[in-house]
């Protein structure tokens, strides 16, 4: 299995993208098209406060059925009450009506700052004609529904005759707890509703659920899944790995590209009693602060590690059982730091991809969590991101 | 009830500290000392991996008697094996001798670097003598025990004819769950082991126990009351009430100074189900990186408020039925953001001390948490922390 070079769609899928005013000059309206209609499944955030488009969204994806999707940026239409509920329904209608289609096949995202009215009317305005710039470029999509992401995100793996490809935005606000931020998954492979939606769950389980760029649950988070079966069947053992893999590996660009990022930081911990104590203190791992702070200075102050499994006071953990490496350096034995080389430390830190691994030695259960550095960038960004 | 201006020691008890060359010269290593054996309490960190002198603390305090303490800086003799537990006894052996008592009476404190083994021969050759230097002034205690702490702290209440002093440093790896990194309470009111144990563990729960600059618990939590009696009885409503007082003054203290830190945060969630349900979704809005960015960069993305509350999964929040409020200003009503005036907003969110209040409108329950923003300040110290 390999990662197409450029990312290109299966059958009958395209994209377009436009500016339509709730930016200055960047693409902030998007349209996902399936040129018939497409079985589809998706996850989204569990946060006490979801979204508007997320509220609409659980209502559409039961009918298991989507021709298209329609995302903006720039405001992500959250807090906003019952009117807000109103222009995501109005938003859906336009999609519709542009697409040929009815307003329940269309799956409404937003994404920006929370709390401010939809701008329904620039949407609706802007999103008539984008039939004629439909696309097969999943780049141009995914330029549509960046917010602080440096790049657009979308990814290819074939599977038998058919392709998966994948579009996702998200470098702030992560820490989902059903998906990223937002990421649609599109194949030509023939699969049905419920298959789709246990294979997604699956696939979520182990790669964007263990995505943290800073602990905070997005408000927005969605992952959807269509499948139009344009390519016919497709051997499921292949295509579940090939899913697996694209979104292991979506998951890691999102953390590389987290808010002000420089390294990519995967803690994988093994030798857990449970795989939930082996997800918590991975997470723990890649959300400590002073973990983050000593990878981004390249500094060997690797108690911290000892520091971060030690919190996880749910957790069974035996201090003289514990080992840790970093890059595979070893630098934790039965609980006490080895010594070692400061200057081989600092260097295998200093490396674009960073994985710790802590071996508990009380069972068998691994996870690995998927995070990336603390830098000035992400201070920067996020002391004024509501005003700039 | 009142703060004095200057903090003084209670009847009997006194400080001295040196430079004995753990620093390049800042002082390092701190006595603190009654002139009669205290009845003591202590609590310490949960953390699965606690410093060598946390294992000997939990064993010394058994006897709920105390004359001393030794503290010292730059190492914490964390992750150092047994070899790390024989030298902290070898330290209480020390200042045990130089104070002519027994080492069962001395609690041994050590905070730093994790995983260092601690120059012990430094602290055994630096602590003699040390006698002669002992002062009324805790600031000089105080600063012994700082590591990135901005200004030592220090202050002290008066009850009846006695009064009750706090020493305290900590400005990261602060998330305490038993009590914060090194804080020493000394009275000379008249009151058993049992009862101050009862007392401190009261007090902590709401003080230094909600209190988090970075969510990363220490491997060196300690806090300490002692209770040498020479001011005899007290009344014990007045003396719970002052130590309630000056532990959430030292908690405030501690959080304005948290590593970078220009602001104070105060989060109070109240109309909770539970007080546990209050003090989670009070830790989660300190806590949440986008909500302290926010205050640092006094941006009025109020949103995230409601995004900080709305990923606390396991606490019942009904969107309709939650306000919020910064320093009084009304931002969010049942769940969604109100329209206010930016600038209004952005102004009060630049006050030293932000108070977010949260109401989840589902019960009686209240608490309140203590935090810091989050600023470049934070990245650097921590990006080489362990280097500098």
Chains 1, 2 share one sequence.
């Not at 998706?42 to 997320?54: D, E, K, L, Q, Y």
């Not at 492979?189 to 997604?200: I, K, N």
């Not at 890649?286 to 911290?304: C, E, F, Q, W, Y």
């Amino acid at each position: 299995m390999s990662l197409h070079d450029h990312p290109r769609f299966p059958r009958g899928f395209r994209c377009a993208s436009r500016n339509v005013g709730l930016k200055p000059t960047a693409r902030d309206l998007t349209l996902f098209v399936s040129d018939v209609d497409a079985a589809a499944a998706a996850v989204f955030t569990r946060s006490h406060f979801p979204g508007a488009p997320i509220i609409l969204g659980r209502e559409t994806i039961r009918g298991g059925v989507l021709r298209g999707i329609i995302a903006n940026s720039k405001c992500s239409n959250v807090a906003t009450g019952e009117e807000g509920v109103r222009r995501a329904r109005r938003m859906a209608v336009a999609a519709a009506t542009e697409l040929g289609t009815t307003p329940d096949r269309i799956l409404v995202s937003s994404t920006g700052v929370i709390g401010v009215p939809l701008p329904i009317e620039k949407i609706e305005a802007g999103v008539v004609g984008m039939q004629d710039d439909l696309s097969d470029d999943p780049l141009l999509g995914a330029e549509g529904i960046m917010t602080t992401d440096t790049h657009p995100k979308a990814l290819s793996i074939p599977v038998g005759d058919a392709t998966i490809t994948w579009v996702a935005k998200g470098s702030g606000m992560i820490e989902p707890n059903m998906a990223t931020m937002l990421a649609y998954i599109f194949t030509d492979a023939a699969l049905d509703a419920a298959t789709l939606d246990a294979l997604l769950r699956e696939a979520v389980h182990t790669t964007f659920n263990m995505l943290s760029v800073d602990t905070d649950t997005s408000t927005s988070d969605t992952c959807v899944l269509m499948a139009n079966g344009l390519s016919g069947a497709v051997d499921i053992a292949d295509f579940r790995a090939a899913l697996h893999a694209g979104c292991l590996r979506m998951t890691e660009i999102l953390a590389r590209d987290g808010e002000g990022a420089e390294h990519l930081i995967r803690a994988t911990v093994r030798g857990a009693r449970s795989e939930d104590d082996a997800r918590r203190v991975a997470k723990s791992l890649i959300n400590s602060p002073l973990v983050k702070t000593m990878v981004h200075g390249a500094d060997p102050n690797v108690g911290r590690l000892l520091m971060a499994v030690g919190k996880c006071l749910d957790v069974p953990v035996i201090a003289e059982r514990t080992d840790a490496w970093i890059n595979g350096f070893p630098v934790v034995r039965e609980g006490a730091r080895l010594s070692f080389d400061d200057a081989e430390v600092r260097a295998t830190l200093s490396h674009e991809v960073v994985d710790l691994v802590v071996d508990l030695g009380v069972g068998a259960a691994q996870a690995t969590a998927f995070g990336c550095d603390l830098t000035r960038g992400y201070v920067d960004e996020n002391a004024s991101y509501y005003s700039s």
